[in-house]
């Protein structure tokens, strides 16, 4: 019982933290926030390590503080490296850095396995205060561009830019304005996404609860139930932990939009007459003719898609 309340104070201060951090990082900044999250992490893990014997509540209040510094880098750390980069590579940017998740399991899993018996515990516990070396890391890197844009900071959004290319500053173009920020309320995603909301809801639900089970208790189950020993608890998670980047990174490169779908999709919309969709065929603010001959691919390619189904369905 004791220590499922510890593990449910970590996960508890992991969906604060989120909520937290993401409006602080909206506020202060990424690279800001980045940063205090950091030492959030960094000090209630080193009061972790001097908890006395038998003091699981202050642990769980603890491990609630480090779960809240968790929560805050798993929701600052994509935007902040995201917005460095073009659109078509933020997906599979997102995948890579998703990829540490696993790899810190199996750095963790090499730890146990060969310094478990001589550090104990505290030791284990202390050597999560190392995350302390990104401060200085973070000195040299500026922050996000599009965070500086939006508060009026053009200069530095631009030496930003500068940075991240590796160019003089007098070689950025100027920047394109931000569109405008319109703010809404939660009910209009269950307004406009009735059916999907609940399929990504549950399945988001489902994989967090089944992941995070594995990660929690997997490897007090093998120990206890199992009557495995330590070394190879961790050498199983090691194994386990190797697939995820495959996994994590193919998923980043692959979840992009079907443009052509996009496209059949925008074009159906337009010919019932949908005046708010209307503007979508021409988003993309090409030429009047350049519009026109997309036009007429489009419309063809339809066509041709219409008469085979027609065909499969009156042979």
Known sequence: MQSGIILAGAGLGTVLGSITWGRLADKLGRKTAFIWCIVVLVVFTAASALTPVNGWILLTILRTGVGFGVGGLNITSVPYVQEFVPAKQRGLLAGLTSVFIPAGIFLGGLVTKYLGGPLGWRGLIAIGCIPIVLLAWAKFIPESPRFLQSHGREDEARKAYAWAMEIPVEQVAALPPLPKETSASYSVIFSRHPRQLP?????????????????????????????????????????????????????????????????????????????????????????????????????????????????????
């Open 199 to 315: 399929v990504v809801a549950l399945g988001s639900f489902c994989f967090i609860l089944g992941s995070f089970t594995v990660q929690s208790w997997g490897q007090t189950l093998l120990g206890q139930s199992f009557k495995f020993d330590a070394g190879t608890v961790a050498t199983l998670f090691m194994l386990v932990s190797l697939g995820d980047p495959a996994g994590t990174s193919r998923v980043g490169v692959d979840l992009r939009p079907d443009r052509t779908a996009l496209d059949h999709a925008r074009l159906r919309r337009h010919r019932r007459g949908r005046g708010a969709d209307r503007g979508a065929v021409y988003a993309d603010g090409a030429r009047r003719s350049d519009r026109q001959r997309w036009h007429r691919v489009l419309r063809r390619d339809l066509h041709r898609h219409d008469v085979r189904r027609r065909r499969v369905r009156h042979p």
